[in-house]
């Protein structure tokens, strides 16, 4: 069937409905979107709301009576779908589509028992998902071109009347959308959840199981592009905004609280979720745990116990702007009162990303980059980021993997100008995330440059500051310029999360030349502040230099380079491609060679086969990498950990290289199978026995 399908349709076998069209009230009162759902008709809509009286898909879920239909069920939705995705067995799925007209003959099945089969019916699954994923790029494309022609003052007068913006219509659709996906998501009665099949894991089954996995493997692939989140009701309490950012949040941290729900525990649970993905460090928790259990730490004083100034507690800002004066190495001590604190380095740019944009305008950022300042920055501010797009491949002795230039920063603005963007900012991180790389000084101060020659402002991300474990690596902060081209534009982020391993804390600071944008920060703090006792130990911590000096660091780095050690003769010994710089908690990984073909698609696949093994390690797109195939992989763990976590790892790609043997050697049989004659059914049937014995036999002879 058409997978661009008439909306309507997948509206009723979701239990949701068009409104009344005829309700001229309503449709004054919300906006009117027409949208391509065939290449050749159009269907006008008005809010969509939830079916109150005709809500079938509860009634099949059991969580809603409906006594207004005495069947919910989409018999000829079904009948075409298990027809459509080429059912093995028709006359199972049409036994059950009848028993529905004839219950004399056949003994009774409910709804939900109908539904939960439809559900368990892997084909079914698939082709849903395909047709809400082709209607959700049908409603991007139409929202796209809205936005389009709305720059462009191409609107209509009906269009033009229109009392809710076009991003209002984006959610509001977006919306649909989940809704369909939770559906899709959750098993019929009783709400039990539809977990997608895991791929095989017996690689040496017969070709039924091998087809079995593919069809796993399909739905997969349909599956995470429809959602990345999980456990998500959509509750139509929520505003259009709730919604969109219930989703941002579940997308952006699916495999994180999937992590937290289960984690591995050498002791307690080894077959738990192995997190290498998260950048964090948990080599140095012993010497943390020592110094902050010292009776220094347990001072209460009333103040502490108060409201707090909402830039941070003067004793505290006054120990960063030294901490950061020592460790920049700047000129000239740094001022406490263009200090601010946040809890967390996350908090401070989405603060930041508000007071220094407006909705819809948008940041320059050299990709790959940190994977959650898309959050970051949409969360509050609704700031777009515009990729500066780098590239692995080297073009002479002088250049290096993801170089930034000047010349690419130019041409990324330009583009995005031309898109009708505002572009008030440049988002550099040094050390760089996810690369490891330092810009040198140089190169640092062309950036400042150019940021200044289109009086952009300039966010520099220092949270791996003291994280460079190569001795031969010299790390410049932005703060140790003498001379910066434009300071009141330039604005530095630390924090302990990561140089100190104590992301717990929740601590994250900015430091900024502009007294007017450290005044308008400070007002964050009134909802992303930090505890007074918090703050005191972070003061004390700060303040104690010859334990940083003497004892922290020295161990520190020498954990990282031990751990570094480990995963980069693992790495060449599988002849794994990686970049790595001496610096932050981790390791930028090619597994090109390991997708077939190597796309996006394919890569996802990957990540979501590491999952199969609880293993998390962070794929390339979520970085916003023009190329698939790049992970990112987190050494700053145990030995121990890190081995088990290195199994699982060979364990996958070993499995992903018999599959593609597998996938080969079905070529090469079917090409050969071609040129059997197949006039007849038996001879047909003859084919049919080739490929599989044949299959079966070199699967035998290679061992898989």
């Not at 509206?11 to 309503?26: R, S, V, W």
């Not at 028709?90 to 056949?106: C, G, L, V």
């Not at 649909?176 to 017996?202: I, R, Y």
Request: proline share 4%; aromatic share 10%; glycine share 6%.
């Amino acid at each position: 069937m058409d997978l661009l399908c008439d909306l309507d349709e997948l509206l009723i076998f979701f239990g949701l409905q068009m409104p009344d069209l005829h309700n001229e009230a309503k449709i004054r009162d919300s906006t009117i979107l027409k949208i391509p759902l065939k290449f050749t008709e159009s269907v006008t809509l008005s809010s969509l709301e939830p079916c109150d009286s005709t809500c079938m898909i509860a009634q099949w879920l059991g969580l809603k009576a409906t006594p207004d239909y005495e069947s919910g069920l989409d018999i000829d939705l079904l009948e075409r779908l298990s027809f459509s995705a080429g059912s093995s067995q028709p006359d199972e799925a049409h036994m059950s589509i009848q028993s529905r007209s004839n219950p004399s003959d056949i003994p009774h099945m409910s709804d939900g028992q109908v539904w939960d089969q439809a559900f368990r019916n892997h084909s079914i699954h698939t082709c849903l998902m395909e047709m809400v994923l082709s209607l959700q790029q049908a409603v991007a494309d139409h929202i796209t071109q809205l936005a389009t022609r709305h720059q462009q003052q191409d609107l209509v007068p009906e269009e033009q009347g229109h009392n809710q913006p076009i991003w209002g219509q984006e959610a509001l659709l977006g919306r649909l959308m989940f809704q369909m996906v939770n559906h899709l998501q959750f098993g019929a009665t009783g709400g039990q959840k539809f977990q997608p099949p895991c791929p095989s894991e017996d690689s040496k089954g017969d070709v039924r199981s091998r087809e079995q996995a593919q069809v796993s493997k399909q739905i997969y692939k349909i599956f995470y592009q429809l959602t990345n989140f999980e456990d998500t009701s959509i509750n139509y309490v929520l505003s259009n905004r709730g919604v969109e950012t219930s989703a941002l949040y579940h997308g952006s941290f699916q495999d994180y609280n999937t992590y937290q729900g289960n984690k591995y525990h050498e002791d307690k649970n080894t077959s738990g979720f192995i997190n290498l993905g998260t950048s964090e460090n948990k080599l140095c928790t012993d010497l943390l745990t020592e110094r902050l259990s010292r009776s220094d730490m347990n001072y209460i004083d009333d103040d502490l116990l108060q409201y707090s100034d909402w830039r941070g507690q003067p004793f505290l800002r006054e120990e960063v702007a030294q901490f950061l004066t020592y460790y920049c190495k700047a000129p000239a001590p740094l001022d406490p009162e263009n200090v601010v604190v946040l809890n967390g380095c996350s908090s401070v740019f989405s603060a930041l990303a508000t007071v220094l944009c407006d909705p819809g305008e948008a940041f320059l950022v050299p990709t790959p980059t940190y994977s959650d300042f898309v959050f970051s920055a949409h969360l509050y501010a609704k700031v777009d980021l515009v990729p500066v797009d780098l590239e692995s491949q080297v073009s002479d002795a002088n250049t290096h993997p993801f170089q930034l230039t000047v010349d690419k920063l130019e041409q990324a603005l330009l583009n995005a100008k031309l898109e009708g963007k505002k572009v008030r900012g440049l988002v550099l991180i040094n050390p760089q995330n996810p690369l490891g790389h330092i810009y040198s000084q140089d190169s640092l101060m062309e950036y400042l440059e150019f940021a200044k020659k289109h009086s952009l402002h300039v966010i520099i991300d220092e949270i791996y500051m003291l994280s460079v474990f190569d001795e031969s690596i010299t790390f410049r902060s932005v703060l140790s310029m003498e001379s910066l081209p434009d300071p009141n534009k330039t604005h530095m982020i630390w924090g302990t999360s990561k140089d100190f391993g104590i992301s717990g804390f929740r601590f994250g600071t900015l430091y900024t030349h502009n007294k007017e944008v450290a005044l308008a920060m400070s007002s964050f703090g009134y909802l992303h502040g930090i505890s007074g006792i918090t703050q005191y130990k972070l003061h004390r911590l700060l303040q104690d230099r010859e334990w940083i000096d003497n004892v922290y660091l020295p161990t520190n780095h020498s954990r990282l380079q031990e751990a570094h050690r480990f995963i980069t003769n693992e790495l060449k010994s599988s002849k794994i491609p990686f970049l790595s710089h001496g610096s932050g908690l981790y390791v930028w990984i090619s597994l090109r060679k390991y997708l077939d073909p190597c796309t996006f698609e394919e890569e996802l696949l990957l990540h979501c086969r590491f999952l199969d093994k609880k293993l998390i390690l962070s794929c390339g797109k979520t970085f916003m990498c023009k190329e698939p195939g790049w992970f990112r992989l987190v050494f700053a763990a145990t030995p121990l950990l890190l081995k088990h976590a290195m199994q699982r790892f060979y364990t996958v790609l070993v499995e992903q290289e018999q599959d593609w043997v597998v996938k080969q050697l079905e070529d090469a049989i079917n090409q050969e199978v071609e040129d059997l004659p197949a006039s007849d059914a038996s001879q047909s049937y003859s084919r049919e026995v080739i490929l599989t014995s044949g299959l079966e036999g070199c699967c035998s002879d290679l061992g898989l």
